[in-house]
Every structure is written in structure tokens, then in C-alpha cells.
């Protein structure tokens, strides 16, 4: 009888200690990405995930400071722009198709790949490749 009375209060207790037990909640990072509207930074809050070898911040231009952007869930990429234009004919919200491919860390804007480095709810950090005079560089965006 003692066993019985054992073996029950074990499986209780083990019962017990499954169901109270928390699920870690996962993090979608795209959920994260459409979460707010975010803007151009070269204020970097995780240099630990910036890329291995040379890299570059993307110059922050006074065209940018103002430019804020907005990722949608239907593919759609916002931007607005309040203050100094980048281009003459540039207007006030420019709309953009963009994709994220969570399983390869792509972000493509327009006809612009870019490789994620980080996306946390602080900020979103990526890189794109460019040519320069010393050979190909690659330059980190970053928004927040």
C-alpha cells in the first residue's frame, strides 16, 4: 500500500512540475521587422553580430536622418520622408516590395539583397556589398 501511495504522489508531483513549466515564446523575427517603423542609425547597439573581416557603417547622409521605414506584412516596404530629399524628384512616401527569407537571412528592398546580421526588437542590422576603389566592401545599415 505504501508503494502505491509512493508511485501516485511521484507521477503527481511529475505532472505537476510538466504543466507548470513555461514555454519559451519564439520570436518571429518577422513580426519583430513589421513591429514599428523604424530609421536610419550608425548608432550601433550590438557590435558582437556586425560581419567578420572589413566592413564599413553605410554613411548616414542628412537624407536619411528623416527618412523613416515601415515593413508590412503583405511585402509592402513604407517610406517616408519629411526632410531633406536624397534625389529632386524623390517624393514624400516612396512604396517598395521587399521580401524576407528568414531560412537564408535575406532581405531583399527593390532589387536590393542585403544579408541580415541582426534583427532584435532594438534594431535591425544588415549588409549589403559594394564596390569602392580599394576592391568590394561591405557596408552595415542599420535601424532602430
Known sequence: MYHKVLLLTLHILLL???CGCKKEREIDE????????W????????????????????????????????????????????GTKCLPDETETT????????????????ANIFTILEISESQIKFKHVFPDNSGI???VFILQ
Open 16 to 18: 505537476l512540475a510538466l
Open 30 to 37: 518577422t513580426d519583430i521587422l513589421t513591429s514599428k517603423i
Open 39 to 82: 530609421k536610419r542609425t550608425i548608432n550601433d547597439l550590438n557590435p558582437s553580430s556586425n560581419p567578420q573581416g572589413e566592413f564599413s557603417y553605410a554613411p548616414l547622409n542628412d537624407c536619411d536622418k528623416d527618412r523613416t521605414y515601415s515593413f508590412s506584412k503583405n511585402g509592402t516596404l513604407t517610406l517616408i520622408n519629411t
Open 95 to 110: 512604396l517598395v516590395k521587399y521580401n524576407y527569407n528568414k531560412e537564408n537571412n535575406v532581405l531583399t528592398m527593390a
Open 137 to 139: 566592401r561591405d557596408y
